[in-house]
């Protein structure tokens, strides 16, 4: 099963708090994804759209270790995103949480609004816009299966039910 959807393109350096800004933490998630991304796009939430695939360049997630920011993406319903490499806290809350978090390093190539496929288990992207095949990391079943449940907590509750 392939990925598709639209790209929201960003640069080096997105860190949780452009994700996730602090002013609006005290926020449900729901009411404080209005201000995703704010600080650099203050027309990210109402531009984006379910299945939109989020792509950076380096250091994506860098700052804090909360989990509003892919809590954020998510409520926004970004469920994919592809950056060149990401803070290792902010990679791991992304899988925990039912993202997937793909690491390739053209992201580059990649311009806001291309319409992009991903093979996951082949660890390749097609930027059908460009006409463009980009290789990413493969990902993992086990990874994909948290995915697939929509977080680790909801994979643990289903292995848990059937034993």
Do not use: W
């Amino acid at each position: 099963m392939n990925i598709s959807g639209r790209a929201l393109k960003y640069g080096d350096n997105i860190n949780t708090d452009i994700i996730s800004p602090p002013a609006y933490m005290e926020l449900s998630i729901k009411e404080a994804a209005k201000f995703t991304m704010s600080p650099i796009d203050t027309e990210f939430a109402k531009n984006s759209k379910p299945g939109d695939i989020f792509v950076a360049e380096k250091n994506l997630g860098s700052g804090s270790s909360r989990e509003t920011a892919p809590l954020m993406l998510k409520e926004l319903g970004i469920k994919t995103i592809i950056a060149k490499s990401y803070a290792r806290i902010f990679y791991r809350n992304c899988i925990n949480l039912g993202i997937l978090a793909i690491q390739c390093d053209l992201t580059e190539k990649i311009s806001m609004y291309d319409e992009l496929e991903i093979d996951y288990k082949e660890g390749i992207i097609y930027n059908k816009s460009k006409d463009e095949k980009y290789v990413c990391e493969k990902i993992p079943e086990h990874i994909m299966e948290f995915i697939k449940q929509d977080g680790l907590i909801n994979y643990l509750k289903e292995k848990i039910s059937k034993k």
